[in-house]
């Protein structure tokens, strides 16, 4: 089993910064594949920082140049810092994990945390 555990929302300011984190436990072979989806009510959940591919993210054009994934090894953490927000980064975000084996794939999610972006 994976146990994930999201931190770190809030209500910020546009222009404003929040970090977030996930925490990982259990099961988990490694840190490097986890992710981070944001949501808003009534759409489908969206990308905003994949795992690395060739030794790069490549985030979701609404958040690059503002967001950045970072790993700490150590405690098993996965933050997301998120500079310059905006209104329209108003979302739940979520950490993810999965992972495939010979018996099909396997999703893991956070609980979620809720960030506001408003004046």
């Known amino acids: 089993q994976v146990q994930l555990v999201e931190s770190g929302g809030g209500l910020v300011q546009p222009g404003g910064s929040l970090r977030l984190s996930c925490a990982a436990s259990g099961s988990i072979a490694s840190i490097y594949a986890i992710d981070w989806y944001r949501q808003v009510p009534g759409k489908q959940r969206v990308l905003v920082a994949p795992?690395?591919?060739?030794?790069?993210?490549n985030y979701a054009d609404s958040v690059k140049g503002r967001f950045t994934i970072s790993r700490d090894n150590a405690n098993n953490t996965v933050h997301l810092q998120m500079n310059s927000l905006k209104p329209e980064d108003t979302a739940v975000y979520y950490c993810?994990?999965?992972?495939?084996?010979?018996?099909?794939?396997?999703?893991?999610w956070g609980q979620g945390t809720q960030v506001t972006v408003s004046s």
């Open positions: 993810h994990y999965w992972y495939t084996t010979w018996r099909g794939r396997y999703d893991y």
């Open positions: 795992i690395p591919s060739g030794g790069s993210t």
